[in-house]
């Protein structure tokens, strides 16, 4: 397990120096700001959306590591998914990360995603790791307003 937790701990580091798909996308179809006020976190989350499929996904903003590397990898994950894929994805995710169901029923769908399994023994941190999932989510759902994890 030590050395599980060292690899999660290298992929969060990992992306949160080097964020994967972080820059403004001109021709979004879809964006939406979110911001986390007990850790300061914000993103904005833009989506390119092709029919019911998503094409294209990018970040920007600034936050704590946790959800800087957590918007990074969920860029990468949500590339060519459904939007009802998406969505059922964060709901596991979420389910993760709050301690709601163990790691191993959840590796295969979540795959990289499940290096934050550590987050649910730091509950303040639960907020930081699904912020950048709750924006996607209202992305999708045509709020432009920014959304607050409060
Ligand atoms: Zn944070």
């Not at 050395?3 to 820059?23: A, S």
């Not at 998406?86 to 709050?98: E, H, I, N, P, Y």
């Amino acid at each position: 397990m030590t050395d599980l937790r060292e690899l999660y701990q290298q992929v969060i580091l990992d992306h949160t120096k080097k964020p994967r798909n972080f820059h403004e996308m001109a021709n979004a179809t879809h964006h939406a700001e979110g911001y986390n006020p007990l850790c300061g976190d914000r993103v904005t989350v833009y989506l390119l959306v092709d029919g019911d499929t998503i094409t294209d996904v990018s970040f920007t903003g600034s936050g704590c590591a946790i959800c800087t590397s957590s918007a990074s990898l969920m860029t990468q994950s949500l590339v060519s998914k459904k939007i009802d894929e998406a969505t059922q994805l964060f709901g596991t995710f979420r389910d993760l990360v709050m301690g709601n169901v163990e790691a191993d029923q959840t590796i295969d769908e979540l795959d990289r995603l499940a290096v934050f399994t550590g987050v649910r023994e730091f509950p303040m941190r639960v907020k930081c790791a699904t912020l950048p999932w709750h924006t996607m989510k209202e992305a999708l759902t045509g709020g432009a307003a920014t959304i607050s994890t409060e």
